[in-house]
């Protein structure tokens, strides 16, 4: 560039000439024509969404045409013959409208404060709440704060009840209608109009619809008769009815009601007094002592109607409705529900678990009692179960709520009263439950589709619907049950188990040092097969084997198998928790399971290695004939191999032939399956199944009490056998398969590994394998040695009755292991029996008896002489004989152990 004199002139003149001035001209005229186009594209885009805009407008419902008062139909139940088995109650019939001046002021500002503080200031939308949400949503990143106001809440339970199925674009266009018709109803409706619509639609948990309902479900009173705090309680369970409900959530609903009264103080709908007074108000207790069943069935329902009404409820939530819009629709929206319920089967279970002679005699009955007394000076005192047996606890620490007869509960009521009451007294409320004891369930699933073809959730008289069902809410420990599930399932799937693994059943600890102990007590019976410990459901081998396979590899099966109550680690009032550790294997679990989710993962084992969620109905189709839940398809997955499936189902053929599960089998077609008892008999159950069905059983206390009578502890069975014995009468007799990939090879019982000629000819076995798993190793376990000739045990150096013999080389036991057991010398030899401390004998390993102190008493010559003639006596027979090493008899149940079997079962036969 040339700054110069020159360079500037020329510049100058480049710049004042008549090209550069049409160049400017050009440019101009060029950036108003950019500028033009830019306005045009604005006021067309804006037309264009006024067009949108008024067209979506105009398609909305008339506001002359909606309606937004409550309304339904009834909805039906189907089992797989087309037979209606339920009819679900209407909205008319689980809701009790109520007129304006019967809505407690409290109660109206309470929903106002916390659920559209701007309610009686805006016209049907909340601009400035809009704002809000979309800079949290900004700010946050997360557009999860609503601006819904009541008007729209309204709107969308009552007129948009179909949306959840509609697309970006129609969800756009509905809301944009939903914020037009509330505006336009708030023309033509007022606001107490709209509230009182609001309060008598909305769903308030625990089967209620509409603020009377739940007035008199949570406080046995009218709507207008609430308090400030009652108000506040109802208040609070509208933003999640299961989350918030004071029954079964009374924490959670606590929290919330503090901010109903919070938001209520703020906006000067209360004072302070009002506040300070309703926020130190125990109506809680209030709630849990008087509440009262109301709800509108006009019938009961059975456990399997429970179990798929909650089902459905929790896929239409899934599906994108709320909890208001769910129960709405399952309840008033004439829906057409095909569930997978079997008739047959179903009334086979009914009358088995309904019959009362098919329980052991002696039936007890555990007591629920709740009881309001007001006294003359107006004070209100609530006793629970809980007081109620503490009182008696403190006469008898033995008491536990179990008696004997109604008449006995009843006199212990009124002991009670007589106790706890004072002249002047009234009574308020009282309330008492007497369930029979032991308690039962059944799960019944047909594998190969993964339907629930019958359920059973509890014995006695059932009293409401949706009440508490044993076979998919109680949490129970499933005891060896879970052997097979956390052990050996993983262990022959992926980490190098078969059948024919031997373990030493011998003393064995935890990490924490705890001896595991067997369900039989104190002896030990040395190598044992996996096939033997499954079949005689060992605990000490079982935990040996899932420390080998590691707890982390159980624990990642289970998961597979479809249990969701496991976890990886929780703490629980500052003690941790977790069940990836070795107890896993004997069903030592933090929460327990539930019968449902067990009998899946049995049928997992039954359907060749594939687990089908299980499902309690096909479809739901609306009033209009469309299907709004489809759930036709299977759910499928391969958890473990074909091959593991079958070998854990040979094995549990044996439980059921010559095992714990003896007294199962009905004789009319092959069976598989699995005992589980947990300490002190508190839970006993029975898994298992057939080529058509598998079928859970449990029984138990709900008290947790431990069972002691024995047909107590084998009902489980007994009950398992009435019912599949049934389901199977005119079934053709079917036989599990063996599967490709299986093949046979014979081993040494004692090793689990190739025979020796010679030396393992009295222990060989055939046993099923995987291909490519079979033993090429030779047996390990026995060997050729001098043999005292009087006891059959390896002969010391001084033993004058020396012969050729055969031995077991057992693995020695830890020296920690050992203290607690008298003469306990582990060698590599034959068996022998030692007592411990406390009398308990426990066969171990050891040499013969003639040692050095043996040898040198007095009168030795004798003591030889009359050994050798004993054994001329008896022993010449069986010279010729190969020696083997023989198991020790069944061992006979012990109620010392931690976690026990039942070995004798008393029921066999009935």
């Known amino acids: 560039m040339n700054y110069g004199k020159r360079g500037v002139v020329e510049q100058a003149r480049a710049l004042n000439s008549g090209t550069n001035k049409w160049g400017k001209k050009i440019s101009l005229f060029g950036f108003y024509i950019i500028l033009a186009l ?81 309610f009686y200031e805006h016209n049907g939308i909340d601009i400035q709440g809009i704002i809000r949400a979309g800079i949290v949503g900004l700010t946050s990143g997360h557009f999860s704060e609503g601006a819904s106001t009541i008007t729209q809440q309204l709107l969308k339970n009552n007129v948009f009840s179909g949306w959840t199925n509609e697309s970006k674009l ?49 406080f046995n009173k009218s709507v207008s008769e609430l308090s400030l705090s009652e108000c506040a309680v109802i208040a609070a369970i509208t933003q999640n009815p299961s989350r918030f409900n004071p029954i079964t959530h009374p924490d959670k609903n ?77 309840y008033s929206g004439g829906l057409k529900i095909y569930s997978t319920q079997n008739p047959k089967i179903q009334a086979i279970c009914d009358d088995v678990f309904s019959n009362e002679e098919n329980y052991p005699a002696g039936t007890k009955y555990l007591l629920s009692y709740e009881l309001s007394v007001k006294s003359s000076d107006g004070t209100v005192t609530n006793h629970s179960t809980e007081m109620f047996q503490t009182y008696f606890k403190n006469k008898n620490s033995s008491f536990n709520l179990l008696f004997s007869s109604h008449e006995d509960a009843e006199a212990a009521i009124e002991e009670y009263k007589a106790a706890v009451m004072a002249d002047g007294d009234t009574v308020l409320g009282e309330k008492y439950n007497l369930l029979p004891q032991p308690q039962v369930s059944i799960t019944v699933e047909e594998q190969s589709t993964g339907y629930i073809v019958a359920m059973v959730g509890g014995r006695g008289q059932k009293t409401a619907s949706r009440t508490f069902n044993r076979a998919t809410d109680a949490y129970r420990q499933p005891g060896s049950t879970y052997k097979v599930l956390s052990t050996y399932a993983p262990g022959i799937d992926s980490a190098g188990l078969t059948l024919a693994t031997v373990f030493n059943d011998a003393p064995y600890a935890y990490e924490d040092g705890t001896l595991v ?30 420390t080998l396979i590691t707890p982390q590899l159980a624990f990642d099966y289970l998961k597979n198998f479809g249990f969701t109550t496991l976890t990886d680690g929780v703490y629980i009032n500052g ?11 004997l069903g030592g679990l933090t929460y327990g399971v539930k019968n449902y989710e067990l009998n899946a993962a049995y049928a997992a084992i039954a359907n060749g290695g594939v687990y089908i969620e299980p499902k309690l109905y ?43 599960g003896g007294s199962v089998n009905f004789g009319t077609t092959q069976i598989a399956g699995k005992t589980g008892t947990t300490s002190d008999y508190k839970d006993v159950w029975f898994a298992g199944y057939t080529n058509y069905y598998t079928a859970t059983t449990w029984t138990g206390y709900d008290n947790y009490v431990s069972m002691k009578d024995s047909a107590e502890k084998n009902l489980s069975k007994t009950m398992w056998r009435k019912v599949m014995a049934r389901i199977h009468e005119d079934l053709p007799y079917s036989s599990f398969s063996v599967p490709e990939g299986i093949v046979t090879a014979t081993v040494c019982s004692r090793s689990g590994k190739q025979p020796i000629e010679g030396l393992c000819n009295g222990t060989l076995m055939s046993e099923y394998f995987e291909e490519g798993t079979v033993p090429t190793e030779s047996c390990d376990v026995h060997y050729a040695g001098t043999m005292c000739a009087i006891d059959g045990c390896p002969a010391t150096e001084y033993c004058p009755f020396k012969t050729a013999g055969v031995f077991e080389l057992t693995p020695e036991v830890p020296p920690a292991l050992q203290s607690g057991f008298v003469n306990y010398t582990p060698t ?9 401390e406390n009398g308990n004998e426990t066969r171990v390993l050891n040499t013969c008896h003639h040692t050095l102190e043996f040898m040198v008493q007095p009168g030795i010559d004798q003591i030889i002489a009359a050994e050798q003639a004993s054994a001329i006596a008896a022993a ?35």
Request: charged share 20%; aromatic share 8%; no cysteine.
């Open 170 to 218: 129609q969800s756009v266009k509905r809301k944009i209608q939903e914020q037009y018709l509330a505006i336009q109803l708030e023309k033509t409706m007022s606001k107490e109009e709209i509230l009182l619509n609001y309060m008598n639609t909305i769903n308030l948990g625990s089967n209620t619809l509409g603020v009377q309902a739940a007035s008199l479900r949570y």
């Open 618 to 660: 096909t479809k739901v189709v609306d009033h209009d004939g469309n299907v709004i839940l489809d759930n036709t398809e299977a759910k499928a997955k391969r958890i473990i191999k074909e091959t593991t499936a079958f070998l854990l189902t040979s094995a549990m053929q044996d439980v059921v032939t010559s095992g714990t």
């Open 254 to 330: 606590s929290v919330r009601r503090q901010k109903v009264l919070d938001h209520m103080l703020k906006h000067n709908f209360i004072t302070q007094i009002e506040y300070d007074q309703a926020s130190s108000d125990d109506v809680y207790s209030r709630i849990q002592n008087v509440n009262q069943e109301t709800g509108g069935d006009t019938t009961i329902n059975s456990y399997f109607v429970d179990a798929l009404t909650n089902d459905i409820l929790a896929d239409l939530i899934e599906a994108g409705y709320n909890e208001t819009q769910a129960y709405t629709l399952l």
């Open 38 to 118: 830019m306005f045009a594209v604005v006021i067309i885009g804006t037309s264009a969404g006024i067009g949108v805009f008024n067209g979506i407008r105009d398609t909305a419902p008339s506001i002359s045409n909606i309606n937004v008062t409550p309304k339904g139909f009834s909805t039906f139940v189907y089992d797989t013959d087309g037979n209606q088995i339920a009819k679900l109650v209407s909205t008319d019939s689980n809701r009790i409208p109520v007129s304006w001046d019967m809505i407690p002021e409290n109660l109206a500002h309470a929903f106002v404060a916390i659920e559209d503080e701007r």
């Open 876 to 910: 010449q027979p069986v010279a010729e004989q190969p020696q083997t090493t023989e198991a020790p008899a069944a061992p006979q149940p012990s109620e010392e152990s931690v976690v026990n079997e039942v070995s004798e079962d008393v029921s066999a036969g009935n």
């Open 575 to 585: 003690k941790y928790y977790s069940d990836v550790q070795q107890s896993t294997a």
């Open 517 to 546: 102990k067997n369900w039989w007590g104190a002896e030990y019976r040395g190598l044992n097969t996996v096939r033997t410990a499954i079949k005689d459901s060992m605990n000490v081998i079982a935990v040996e084997a899932i």
């Open 828 to 836: 590599n030899s034959a068996y022998t029996t030692v007592t411990d």
